[in-house]
């Protein structure tokens, strides 16, 4: 009876185990809750008592994660989001590949739906081909020679202290084509969800992050979405191939990078049709504005 209990309560004790570790203040966690002190204490203890784990320590009055929790609560944190997004219909599998749909009562939509790495060499640009090929010759060292001819088209991440931290943009990338190469360039060093369109870093963006930092592979996603665009900041339709390729800097650390293709035609299933061709509308003046790789 116990652990049926403690079953029906997990949502919850997650829910207070994620906030206490991201506080490490009781105080702050049950305002933030919702919840008495004497709820957050219990839902610890339960979660303790299931797992026959200790989760925090304190001394002096301050609350610390203990080496269990530490590795416990990443966990905690993506069973929380799935679950959210799961219980909003925003997040499913397709043949095995994970989607998500989001779309906001003010508008903004965010959908993705993650493709098998084999579509790259049947149905994806040139620019993502080259950058596999590039990503096995360089055996992913960021600074080989065979990395070179791609790293003008990308952006690179580090992950420091719990962020994503853009640590370069390429002149060439997408993403410096729709924000202007100075702009672009001044997004180096920011946090991942600070960089423009700010606010809207989801659940999925970070399912696609986690999952690359843990097997330092590959992965193609398909994205449609809104960005600011233009020189009034204007959330505009945008639609691509991304492809995430796990790599190391010089120092041997972990390197993200994010290849985007706009001229990619992408699959998602149940998109609307009018927001690829909006998509294309923006593409192209966004083509005359700054041009295009060749």
Known sequence: MRQQ????????????????????????????????RQTLRRHIELLEEARQQTLFVVEDRQYGLTAEGQEAVQEARSLLERGRAWLDAQAAHRAGLFRFSLAREDGYYYHLQQHPIARIWTQEGQVLRDAIKAWAESEGELEHAAFQKVR????????LD??????????????AHWYGWSWA????GRKIDGLPGAGRFNFSAAQSYDELRSTQ?????????????GPD???RPICFARLL?????????FAMVSMVDRASKVDIPGLDPAIVRQSAEVEATTHENFGRRA
């Open 245 to 253: 390729l796990g790599c190391r800097f010089p120092d041997g650390s």
């Open 162 to 175: 719990e962020h994503w931290i853009c640590a370069e943009v390429g002149e060439q990338s997408d993403f």
């Open 233 to 235: 900041d204007v959330m």
């Open 5 to 36: 209990s403690n079953q029906s309560l997990l949502f919850e004790m997650l829910r207070s185990f994620v906030m206490l570790a991201d506080t490490l203040n009781v105080s702050r966690a049950v305002q933030e809750l919702g919840v008495t």
């Open 217 to 229: 592979g590959l992965r193609l996603d398909h994205i449609a979405t809104q960005m600011p665009h």
């Open 152 to 159: 003008p088209y990308a952006l690179v991440f580090r992950f």
């Open 185 to 188: 360039r001044s997004s180096v």
